[in-house]
């Protein structure tokens, strides 16, 4: 395993996005997911064959808006667009699942087009610009990455148990549940507004 300091040339996103290849799976444990993030690798993850992502049970936890550092990718104004975009790309491709608690760690399990784990990132990152090391982060997470098939194969097997687990812990009727409030959260997120509601918003939340 070799240390990641997320900065300059050794980012979490350089080691993901060669993975991200047309065919190819990805399995993600995530404490967020931000939209902006989600900007920055949208086509590539479009193209992959499977998506597996555990998230935590509390939707205001996975901050879709991003934090301090995306206050930049903001003022875009792009995001009800990226949050239908996401919306459409969860529906289409992703296999979701609610962890049953918080989630204190990141993971990313990329795999070849036969299953076969080729690198695995675990630690304390999360699917945001932050996470990713696109934006400056805290110095003090610690994320390691695989460098053999072996460490890769080892990790990604602790994925699958989480995977499976949360599988036998939700009843049968809730299957989706978790899949469908974070769709629900998106589309809620990319509805259109009418000015006078956008701007009231505004005030609320400024005074």
């Known amino acids: 395993m070799k240390l990641i300091h997320n900065t300059g040339s050794q980012r979490v996103i350089d080691l993901i996005r060669p993975h991200l290849k047309p065919g190819n799976w990805l399995g993600c444990v995530t404490p967020s997911f931000s939209l902006h993030a989600f900007a920055e690798v949208r086509e590539a993850l479009s193209a992959l064959e499977r998506v597996q992502l555990i998230v935590p ?3 205001e936890a996975l901050e879709h808006l991003g934090s301090e550092g995306d206050r930049a990718a ?30 204190p760690q990141g993971a990313a399990v990329m795999r070849g087009q036969d299953g076969t784990p ?22 003090l997470s610690l994320i390691q990455a695989s460098e053999s098939f072996d460490e890769a194969a080892q990790l990604a097997k602790w994925f699958d148990q989480q995977w499976e687990s949360l599988q036998r812990e939700a009843p049968v009727e809730d299957k989706n549940t978790g899949r469908d409030a974070v769709l629900e959260v998106l589309r809620a997120l990319g509805e259109h507004r009418d000015p ?3 701007y009231t918003l505004m005030l609320h939340h400024l005074f």
Do not use: H
């Open 57 to 59: 049970p509390d939707n």
């Open 74 to 103: 903001r003022n875009r104004l792009q995001a009800r667009w990226l949050a239908n975009q996401c919306a459409k790309w969860i529906s289409e491709k992703v296999e979701l699942r609610q962890a049953s608690r918080s989630v």
């Open 118 to 139: 080729e690198q695995v990132v675990l630690g304390s990152f999360a699917f945001s610009t932050s996470g990713l090391g696109l934006t400056p982060g805290n110095p």
């Open 196 to 198: 006078f509601t956008i």
